[in-house]
């Protein structure tokens, strides 16, 4: 079992910048892939970015891409999705989300809603005009 909490969460201007974090605790968070999904209102929540064990892979949605950088600390059971250049379009709740590691075979799993197995109660974040 893992459990999951988000933070980090907030009104932010469009353009502008936010840290979230996600702490886990329970067993072997060095085990787990690590994802980030957003819901925005009406809509289903859809991937933003998925990082391995290691750090060493990440995957990301392409509308993030060199805006949204995700990091882990195994050290500290946490990661951390660093967002730059908000825009008016992201706001949502953002997820936290993690599954066991199961290789490079099928990495399109990492991307996957249905492939995670816990997740945390999210972190608003409503971006401003």
């Known amino acids: 079992q893992v459990q999951l909490a988000e933070s980090g969460g907030g009104v932010v201007q469009a353009g502008g910048s936010l840290r979230l974090s996600c702490a886990a605790s329970?067993?072997?968070?060095?085990?787990?892939?690590m994802g980030w999904f957003r819901q925005a209102p009406g809509k289903e929540r859809e991937f933003v970015q998925a990082?391995?064990?290691?750090?060493?892979?990440?995957y990301f949605a392409g509308s993030v891409t060199g805006r949204f950088t995700l990091a882990r600390d195994n050290a500290k059971n946490t990661v951390f999705l660093q967002i730059e250049r908000l825009k008016t379009e992201e706001p949502g709740i953002y997820y936290c989300?993690?599954?066991?590691?199961?290789?490079?075979?099928?990495?399109?799993?990492?991307?996957?809603?249905?492939?995670?197995?816990?997740w945390g109660q999210g972190t608003q974040v409503t971006v401003s005009s």
């Open positions: 989300a993690a599954q066991g590691w199961m290789g490079l075979s099928n990495t399109a799993r990492y991307t996957q809603r249905s492939e995670y197995d816990y």
């Open positions: 990082i391995s064990p290691t750090g060493g892979t990440t």
């Open positions: 329970g067993r072997a968070f060095s085990n787990y892939a």
